[in-house]
């Protein structure tokens, strides 16, 4: 059965550090990786990775792909407490349905 | 504001009631999803249409559960004869065909099975 796992479950840092979230994946017929941010209510998507070593970035946001170790890092350098969220993985198969993690719970703290 | 739009957002219903919740996507997405999350937990795939066909269901939707979208527009979700392991947020997105990996999720509606 497809599983995403999600690691740490909850973190909390003070402002300025930096913060890796790990996500390892068991998809089948595995299309591409999904992070998502979520505050109050709806995720609101982050980053698309499909192919393997290539590094996405967004500002603060890093995240990469190892398809051969089936795991995807969120890296946030000098954090804020604007990046305090619930960060979701989730692995996309061919037949269109995302299986999400059940998220990494990030706090930062002035 | 043209984003995912869900109504109501918050619905009390007693158990044994049905219930049934609305839609609005992004006017241009032909692709609309159907989650459900607990607390603690991801969104779980309920499941999903291209324009008016539903084309995936996950077993998780039991037949107490029907979803349509009848014109490709907007989606109705409808849980029969409620229980309370209903109670959850329903997650809907939308998304265009060919970039499902990058779906707007709606605010979600809250259901709470007394």
């Known amino acids: 059965e497809d599983k995403v796992v999600q690691s740490p479950l909850s973190l909390v840092v003070h402002e300025g550090d930096t913060v890796t979230l790990n996500c390892s994946y068991e998809v089948t017929n595995f299309r591409s990786l999904l992070w998502y941010k979520q505050e109050k209510k709806a995720p609101t998507f982050l980053f698309m990775l499909t192919s393997s070593g290539i590094e996405k970035k967004s500002g603060r946001l890093s995240s990469i792909l190892d398809k051969k170790e089936l795991f995807s890092i969120l890296n946030i350098t000098a954090t804020q407490t604007g990046d305090s969220a619930i960060y979701l993985c989730a692995g996309l198969g061919n037949n269109n349905d995302m299986r999400f993690g059940a998220g990494t719970r990030l706090t930062v703290k002035p | ?114």
Request: proline share 4%; with cysteine; charged share 25%.
């Open chain 2, 1 to 114: 504001d043209t984003g995912v739009s869900q109504n109501p957002r918050h619905k009390i219903t007693k158990r044994g009631q049905n219930v049934t919740f609305r839609c609005d996507p992004i006017s241009e997405h032909n692709r609309l999803y159907w989650y459900r999350q607990t607390l603690g937990q991801g969104p779980e795939f309920l499941t999903y249409f291209q324009n008016e066909a539903q084309l995936e269901k996950s077993r998780l939707l039991s037949d107490r559960f029907s979803a349509e979208r009848p014109k490709g527009s907007f989606s109705t979700l409808e849980i029969q004869r409620t229980e309370q392991g209903d109670s959850a947020m329903y997650l809907c997105a939308s998304s265009f065909m060919e970039e499902t990996g990058t779906q707007y999720f709606g605010p979600g509606t809250r259901l709470l099975v007394l």
